[in-house]
């Protein structure tokens, strides 16, 4: 049976010499894996330049709910994207996130606020003029919001570091590693509640932000099952620097 569904690009692994199985969240069925041939033929109708990291499709497919690897009958880039695969910050910032959410979210069921929030979040990205660079920042704050471990917002004027492992303003050190000092602790705070259209006004230097981003990092490994180590963190903070 055919179905139509919006899908965000995660993975694409090779399958033979013109042949690749697509990881994609859709709308409709969460993660799936889908098998496309002849992607590298001349005239293939499903092109690999669709299938980039985090690239937003419109798709016709078919489902068989007991099947681990799907069929797609239509897929066409929806929106097309204006900026992200020609600006070098840009497209860093969404291999880099692209990674982060591949992590996060593999064992995924159907969740349309989650995937709304995903791709809206990329649109917007896509189309904003600014020199967004806090853009990675504040997404994955938001994430945390789908994925059940959002951050406690909630502080007294006594309370000067964040907690990490319990998501939460405390007054006293934490006995372990994971927290964050009460500057980056706001700016943390600030991030998550600023809406992208604000996140450029937050005022970031190049040292601040790889800090809270590597507590953003352990942030998700606390609560993240098998989350492991990223590896385009070190090619974002060389394109950021």
Request: glycine share 2%.
């Amino acid at each position: 049976m055919l179905h139509k569904t919006r899908g965000i690009v995660l993975k694409t692994t090779l399958y033979s010499e013109s042949s690749v199985v697509v990881q994609i969240f859709t709308e409709k069925f969460g993660i799936q894996s889908y098998l496309i041939n002849g992607v590298k033929k001349p005239k293939a109708k499903i092109r690999m330049n669709m299938l980039q990291p985090l690239h937003l499709v419109d798709m016709i497919v078919y489902h068989k709910n007991n099947s681990t690897i799907q069929r797609v009958s239509e897929l066409r880039p929806s929106p097309i994207f204006k900026s992200i695969p020609y600006d070098i910050i840009k497209s860093t910032i969404v291999m880099f996130l692209n990674e982060v959410l591949y992590k996060s979210i593999r064992q995924q069921n159907t969740d349309e606020r989650l995937f709304d929030f995903i791709f809206n979040g990329i649109c917007w990205f896509d189309e904003s003029e600014t020199n967004n660079v806090n853009f990675h920042l504040a997404f994955l704050l938001k994430l945390t919001r789908f994925l059940g471990f959002a951050p406690s917002t909630q502080t007294r004027s006594d309370q000067s570091y964040f907690d990490l492992q319990e998501g939460e303003f405390s007054s006293r050190v934490p006995v372990h590693s994971n927290y964050i000092e009460k500057d980056d602790a706001f700016l943390f705070i600030a991030l998550l509640n600023s809406p992208f259209e604000k996140i450029s006004e937050i005022k970031l230097s190049n040292m601040s932000r790889r800090n809270i981003l590597d507590k953003i990092l352990v942030f998700y490994r606390l609560h993240t099952a098998s989350f492991g180590e990223i590896r385009a963190h070190q090619v974002l903070e060389e394109v950021l620097s």
